[in-house]
């Protein structure tokens, strides 16, 4: 086995079973049993758990926010003055890249419980660790709302953001729940695309009204 199949192995293990069961209750060794791997190629790859838990958010936050920075770049070479809808709109596209495949659907949605994760399991390291290496791409983002609305406060923003965040995570991460719950309560079918397109709008109304 490669390296490169190595470090794959681990973080698909760890991903999956910090998903399942939880950062905290998810062991080093439980890791290595569903990777097939020793606990030497753990510690020579990541070094630490903590390390591991960051490398798992880097692998999708990375080329994640790479993209979304070239089309927030795209939307405003083609109009100069977004509103906060089209950014919303730009991180759904981004978002939903490739998730017609089902291996990319399944790991948007594991991110997504993850991310929930990292917020009701005290993860300071974790916060630490994205405001090192995302702050730029996030401030963009406060930056559009904050221009759509100078008079919100920063506490204002600060509620407003976490409360979308929120309503985000639970939506992608129990999206197959909602969509079977739409079917079986409304007898409507919805694509991933068309819960997002209920999503927008709605976050975007929280997010831009007035105090």
Partial sequence: MSQADTVTRILDSAEQLFAEKGFAETSLRM????????????NYHF?????????????????F?????????????????PNFQDVL??????????????????????FMRLLGLAYTQAQGHLRRFLNENYAHTYSRF?????????????????????FAIGAAVF????????????????????SVEEVMQQLIPFLAAALEQES
């Fill in 31 to 42: 890791i290595t049993t569903r990777a097939k791997v020793n606990l030497a190629a753990v």
């Fill in 47 to 63: 070094g630490s758990k903590k390390d591991l838990i960051q490398a798992i958010f880097a692998r999708f936050l990375t080329p």
């Fill in 65 to 81: 926010t790479q993209k979304l920075d070239k089309e927030l770049d795209l939307v405003i070479a083609q109009k100069t003055d």
């Fill in 89 to 110: 709109g730009v991180l759904a596209k981004t978002m939903l890249t490739g998730v017609e495949s089902n291996d990319a659907y399944n790991k948007l949605s594991v």
């Fill in 142 to 162: 406060i930056g559009y709302l904050k221009q759509a609305h100078p008079g919100l406060s920063s506490e204002e923003i600060f509620w407003r953001i976490h």
């Fill in 171 to 190: 939506t992608m991460s129990s999206i197959e729940v909602l969509r079977n719950m739409a079917y079986s309560d409304i007898g409507k079918k919805s």
